[in-house]
């Protein structure tokens, strides 16, 4: 079959990836001059398996509203006159009961296990180097309280089969011994020793390169104005060429909207409803100055939300989520205060071990759905298929995602027990967005 795959991002080179592999010829479309560009260009690089936590929970609605009036917050709400945030957070809200959590934990772990397999598998077969540690991920506490609530987590994901252990500081410091001198400010903390990190970016770049020498045609510099609809299907899409403004149609057998973000909006007018919305997150790199005293273990400070994560002579530190929106803009006044809060933070447990005098700073919009769960599979229009709204997980998802969905298209059934897009039982909240939106 024809495959056009819209997005380079980690979802959609690892969606061309397996097409290639399951015998598919392959166009990918994006508009940015190489793979991993936009959200898959410097995330917290952790495949986290085992944290996948999502953030609708039954504490949730509290702590967004108790963070509502802080710049800093590790969760940030700007309401706006935008009827799809509106939705978006209406249906957050319907997914933050115990019942809910315990269900998208369920599939969350399911998609990270079959996830990390896969990714595991495809680093074995093309020897892709990306900055890999496989030292697990260490979250630590500032407080006996927050400990104690880390605690009950990792009891939750223990019965998901999850390998979460509770450390006292004593055994904090001996996974991670870099963090010794501010070891007296931390309580404990929680271990995942299957978990691992490395670089999205250039896995993704390095990725894209082995589909092209498989044969896959990439169209770098190239934006997709829309798709063409006859009788059900999608007849073609259009695209235009950056440089010169030249459009063409590209026809397929099938077409995969990987587009994180966009593909909301892409899909819209052909009534395809997903409920993706932006999360804007920053990091800050920063290189070592003192190599031998930064960290190795991919770690989460939990009073900041922040991933910390070595990745060679350079050190990411990332988080934060604004729901304000597609703006990746870094000059706002609140851009700045939240770069800034992740320099800062990195200087008080690590003082002096990276130059922060230089910080390369970067924002990217996690294409979050109510659930943190994605939508893997094929939409109403038969030959469309989607592969986005991977939230704060895609690079821990993006291998599986993509060779789930390959393998869907295939006419293959993927050995996991997850909840396909269009096979999946519908929401409370699909059924009252199906009686506001006939035909969604
Ligand atoms: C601060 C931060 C930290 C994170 N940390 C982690 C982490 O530690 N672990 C983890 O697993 N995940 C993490 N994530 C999440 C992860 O980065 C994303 O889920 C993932 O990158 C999404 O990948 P994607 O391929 O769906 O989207 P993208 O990487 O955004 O790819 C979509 C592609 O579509 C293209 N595109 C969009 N619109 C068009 C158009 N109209 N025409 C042509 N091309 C188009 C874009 O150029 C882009 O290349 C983090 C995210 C952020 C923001």
Redesign the pocket.
């Known amino acids: 079959m024809k495959v056009v795959v819209?997005?380079?991002?980690?979802?959609?080179v690892s969606t061309a990836w397996y097409l290639l592999e399951q015998g598919h010829e392959v166009t990918v479309?994006?508009?940015?001059p190489d793979?991993?560009?936009?959200?898959?260009?410097a995330?917290?690089?952790?495949?986290?398996v085992s944290f996948c936590e999502p953030w609708a929970h039954p504490d949730a609605p509290l702590k967004v509203l108790k963070w509502l009036a802080r710049d800093d917050s590790p969760l940030l709400f700007r309401p706006r006159l935008d009827p799809w945030q509106w939705r978006w957070g209406l249906a957050f809200l319907t997914q933050c009961t115990d019942g809910a959590f315990e269900r998208n934990v369920q599939q969350l772990v399911a998609l990270g296990r079959y996830s990390h397999e896969s990714l595991k598998g495809l680093v074995a077969q093309t020897g892709i180097e990306y900055h890999r540690l496989e030292r697990g991920i260490l979250h630590f506490f500032g407080s006996q309280k927050d400990l104690e609530a880390g605690a009950a987590g990792a009891e939750v994901m223990r019965r998901h089969g999850v390998d979460r252990r509770v450390l006292s500081r004593e055994e904090v410091l001996k996974v991670e011994p870099a963090l010794a001198s501010y070891g007296s400010r931390i309580a404990g903390g929680t271990y995942t020793p299957g978990d691992e990190s490395g670089d999205?970016r250039v896995f993704t770049q390095e990725l894209a390169r082995r589909c092209i020498a498989r044969g896959a045609r990439f169209l770098f510099g190239?934006?997709?104005?829309g798709l063409a609809q006859e009788g059900g299907r999608i007849a073609s899409a259009r695209v235009r060429e950056l440089a010169t403004g030249r459009t063409m149609a590209l026809q397929a057998d099938a077409y995969v909207a990987?587009?994180?973000?966009?593909t909301a909006p892409?899909l819209r007018p052909l009534g395809v409803h997903l409920n993706i919305y932006p999360?804007?997150?920053?990091?800050a790199t920063l290189k070592l100055r003192q190599p031998e005293r930064a960290s190795v273990v991919s770690m989460i400070d939990d009073a900041r939300k922040i991933?910390i994560?070595r990745l060679g002579d350079q050190v990411r530190i990332?988080?934060?989520a604004e729901l304000a929106g597609y703006d990746t803009g870094l000059d706002s006044a609140t851009s700045r205060v939240r770069c800034q809060a992740l320099v800062k933070r990195y200087e008080e447990i690590f003082p002096g071990v990276a130059d922060a005098s230089e910080p390369n700073f970067w924002?990217?919009?996690?294409?979050s759905t109510p659930t943190n769960i994605p939508y893997i599979g094929r939409s109403k229009l038969g030959n469309l298929w989607v592969n986005?709204g991977?939230?704060?997980?895609?690079?821990?998802?993006?291998a599986g995602s993509g060779r789930a969905l390959a393998e869907l298209i295939s006419g293959k059934r993927p050995a996991l027990e997850f909840g396909f897009y269009g096979e999946r039982p519908a929401s409370a909240w699909a059924s009252v967005h199906r009686t506001l939106v006939p035909g969604a």
């Open positions: 819209l997005g380079a991002g980690i979802v959609g479309v994006d508009r940015q793979a991993a560009l936009e959200t898959s260009f995330n917290g690089a952790q495949i986290s999205a190239h934006g997709v104005d990987a587009m994180g973000s966009y892409l999360a804007k997150g920053y990091s991933a994560s990332a988080g934060t924002t990217g919009l996690r294409p986005a991977h939230g704060t997980l895609g690079w821990t998802h993006g």
